[in-house]
């Protein structure tokens, strides 16, 4: 009786079934929010369907981002002052590899992303081929970004990340990762707004790093970053380099 | 005296009485104060005599005083600018690892709960949080 207890109060015991694969019982999601108690309920619902860990950082949103986490079977960190979603990832990362995350994977709280692209993610990882591995939109066949971001925003992004991280990736600034062991625990942002998805690639390249990219399905509700974030990241990454 | 030397000695003079009521205040030293006492000396000495500067100029091979004076400013601006930008960035990553460091010690673990009979943690509940 007692070891029947036992076995039930060992989280996640028992590997999901995602697809035609299991979810790896220490493969973390790692979820930055910021003002999406709308959206983020649906996101955890599924998450939690599939037995998957789950960490949400809420960079302290003014909405109740963190009350609606809290009726799901997750973890919530929240952020005394908002730090950027750079920041709220390297905290989410810092848990997991306090929790012995084998695997973390770095989602969205907007429900952009698709569970069903995590198995192509995170294979390669589990099958030691690379420690890092990229979602990219565009090697998509479906790709639903808008003609005019890819050419004016997209197109320029790639070839600035091949010049500064010797990178050439077909998506520059794809959220949807996954991160081996090592990548996590090598892994220390210093970029605590939108230019740490370069500074990941920095990490890659410096420390050389096996990475791969996979075609991921992104359902976009919103325009996203737009041309001015993007300067705001350049800036960013332009005062950052002269120190 | 032109003017511009008027107005200029005019905010030099109210340069030196800021710096001089730190001293009185008791904010600042006069050790502390002395080197922009000086600065600003220098500064009132040029404006009255701006034929100073062209003697250093001549010797150094530059055309005017005016054009050393504006060198050597900038040169100290951008010392002064990378002084700020790089504490500046200390600052800023002194202050993530604080507000990660209270986040990361009030989590709330709901990931442990294994069957629906348990009641999960609220805010209010957990003896592990700051109370709003």
Redesign the interface.
């Given at each position: 009786m007692i070891r029947v207890v036992l076995i039930?109060?060992e989280?996640?015991r028992f590997p999901a079934i995602l697809g035609d694969m299991e979810l790896p019982k220490n493969t973390w999601f790692v979820i930055a929010a910021y003002n999406e108690a709308a959206r983020i309920g649906a996101v955890l619902a599924e998450l939690v369907a599939i037995e998957a860990?789950?960490v949400v950082?809420d960079d302290c949103s003014a909405d109740n981002t963190?009350?609606v986490c809290?009726?799901?079977?997750?973890?919530?960190?929240?952020?005394?002052?908002n730090?950027g979603q750079g920041?709220a990832l390297?905290?989410g990362m810092?848990?997991a590899r306090s929790k012995g995350a084998s695997i973390v994977i770095h989602f969205d709280a907007d429900g952009q992303m698709q569970l069903k692209d995590v198995p192509a993610l995170i294979d390669p990882i589990l099958n030691n081929e690379v420690q890092v591995v990229l979602g990219s939109r565009y090697l998509h066949v479906n790709n639903q970004v808008p003609w005019s971001k890819r050419w004016f925003i997209h197109f320029p992004a790639v070839y600035l990340q091949w010049f500064l991280t010797g990178l050439k990736l077909s998506d520059a600034h794809c959220g949807f990762r996954a991160l081996s062991r090592e990548a996590v625990e090598i892994c220390q942002l210093?970029q605590?707004r939108m230019a740490h998805a370069t500074e990941i690639l920095e990490l890659i390249s410096n420390n050389h790093l096996t990475y791969q990219e996979v075609p991921v399905d992104i359902r976009y509700n919103q325009y996203g970053q737009g041309f001015r974030k993007g300067l705001i990241v350049l800036k960013d990454l332009f005062?950052?380099k002269?120190? | 005296m032109s003017i511009a030397q008027i107005i200029l000695l005019i905010l030099v003079a109210y340069s030196i009485i800021l710096v001089v009521r730190r001293v009185v205040k008791k904010q600042s030293s006069i050790r502390e104060i002395l080197i922009w006492i000086i600065f600003w000396l220098v500064g009132a000495i040029l404006i009255i005599k701006p034929d100073f500067s062209q003697r250093f100029a001549s010797m150094l091979g530059i055309g005017r005083g005016v054009d050393l004076i504006i060198y050597i400013a900038i040169i100290l601006s951008f010392m002064m600018q990378y002084e700020l930008l790089t504490r500046q960035q200390n600052l800023e990553q002194l202050l993530t690892k604080l507000a990660r460091e209270i986040a990361l010690s009030n989590v709330i673990d709901n990931t442990k709960n294994t069957d629906g009979s348990k009641p999960l943690d609220t805010l209010g509940a957990s003896s592990n949080n700051i109370k709003k």
């Amino acid at each position: 009786m007692i070891r029947v207890v036992l076995i039930t109060l060992e989280y996640n015991r028992f590997p999901a079934i995602l697809g035609d694969m299991e979810l790896p019982k220490n493969t973390w999601f790692v979820i930055a929010a910021y003002n999406e108690a709308a959206r983020i309920g649906a996101v955890l619902a599924e998450l939690v369907a599939i037995e998957a860990n789950v960490v949400v950082i809420d960079d302290c949103s003014a909405d109740n981002t963190s009350e609606v986490c809290l009726n799901y079977k997750c973890a919530v960190i929240r952020h005394p002052i908002n730090l950027g979603q750079g920041a709220a990832l390297q905290t989410g990362m810092d848990f997991a590899r306090s929790k012995g995350a084998s695997i973390v994977i770095h989602f969205d709280a907007d429900g952009q992303m698709q569970l069903k692209d995590v198995p192509a993610l995170i294979d390669p990882i589990l099958n030691n081929e690379v420690q890092v591995v990229l979602g990219s939109r565009y090697l998509h066949v479906n790709n639903q970004v808008p003609w005019s971001k890819r050419w004016f925003i997209h197109f320029p992004a790639v070839y600035l990340q091949w010049f500064l991280t010797g990178l050439k990736l077909s998506d520059a600034h794809c959220g949807f990762r996954a991160l081996s062991r090592e990548a996590v625990e090598i892994c220390q942002l210093r970029q605590n707004r939108m230019a740490h998805a370069t500074e990941i690639l920095e990490l890659i390249s410096n420390n050389h790093l096996t990475y791969q990219e996979v075609p991921v399905d992104i359902r976009y509700n919103q325009y996203g970053q737009g041309f001015r974030k993007g300067l705001i990241v350049l800036k960013d990454l332009f005062f950052s380099k002269l120190t | 005296m032109s003017i511009a030397q008027i107005i200029l000695l005019i905010l030099v003079a109210y340069s030196i009485i800021l710096v001089v009521r730190r001293v009185v205040k008791k904010q600042s030293s006069i050790r502390e104060i002395l080197i922009w006492i000086i600065f600003w000396l220098v500064g009132a000495i040029l404006i009255i005599k701006p034929d100073f500067s062209q003697r250093f100029a001549s010797m150094l091979g530059i055309g005017r005083g005016v054009d050393l004076i504006i060198y050597i400013a900038i040169i100290l601006s951008f010392m002064m600018q990378y002084e700020l930008l790089t504490r500046q960035q200390n600052l800023e990553q002194l202050l993530t690892k604080l507000a990660r460091e209270i986040a990361l010690s009030n989590v709330i673990d709901n990931t442990k709960n294994t069957d629906g009979s348990k009641p999960l943690d609220t805010l209010g509940a957990s003896s592990n949080n700051i109370k709003k």
